[in-house]
């Protein structure tokens, strides 16, 4: 496979590249901006995507990120490479903050009394996935399914979160797409002008070693302009 790793990484490495990136969250964060603005699409689509990338981290349907991201960005018309790579906007830096603040204010717009610290908070999606998946395997076994404390869950932290993150998704996804649509043009622009630079360099250099080949007319009809060896047939 082409993409393959070389060295495959064991559980550990992974858990510790998901918090800390090789090269640290600069780099990866400079990457994710050179992919975004090599993608071969005009800057508004490009920008679409990534508002669609950026609302849906701050969903509460983990798991389903990028199916999510995929769906509104075919919606809107927008790029779905940059509606996927845009879904890291949701990373061990900023759900933290998220999470918070979506739970926070969706039990104040439900009118829920009181907070929920954020381990609590992780560690109820923790198990309330495990039941959710148990309960889905005990149609096919003898096992008994319990849905009382997913119903819980529901109403307690999905629900808020669910509600609270749509304000500030939207703000968040709006100020991204408004800040990438100039930026992802004067990249592109910049893009072709070294692209013309390169060719124009490489023009130079062939003209100096042999003229004919430098001029576009004769390279449009180059076969025809081949010389011909001494003897050979017309």
Known sequence: MVFRRRSKRSW????????????GWGR?????????????????????????????????????HFILAVLIAWAIRGNVIAALISTFFGNPLTFPIIMTVSIELGNWMLGNSGGMPLPQVVAAFARAS????????????????????????????????????????????????????????????????????????????????????????HVEHFPDNLPRKPGAEE
């Open 12 to 23: 550990g490495q992974a858990v510790v590249e998901f918090f800390y990136p090789r090269g």
């Open 130 to 217: 495990v039941e959710f998946w148990h309960n889905i395997q005990s149609t096919f076994t003898a096992d008994v399914a319990h849905w009382d404390n997913l119903s819980r869950f529901f109403w307690r932290v999905f629900l808020p979160y669910l509600i609270g993150g749509l304000l500030p998704g939207l703000i968040c996804a709006f100020g991204c797409y408004y800040l990438s649509l100039p930026v992802i043009g004067a990249y592109q622009k910049r893009r072709k002008k070294k692209l013309r630079e390169r060719i124009d360099r490489m023009r130079q250099a062939i003209s100096a070693q042999d003229p004919l080949l430098a001029d576009p007319a």
């Open 28 to 64: 990866a964060i400079s990457y994710m901006r050179h992919r975004l603005g090599r993608l071969p699409d005009a800057p508004h689509r490009i920008a679409r995507g990534i508002f669609a990338g950026v609302f849906v981290s701050f969903t509460p349907l983990f798991g389903f």
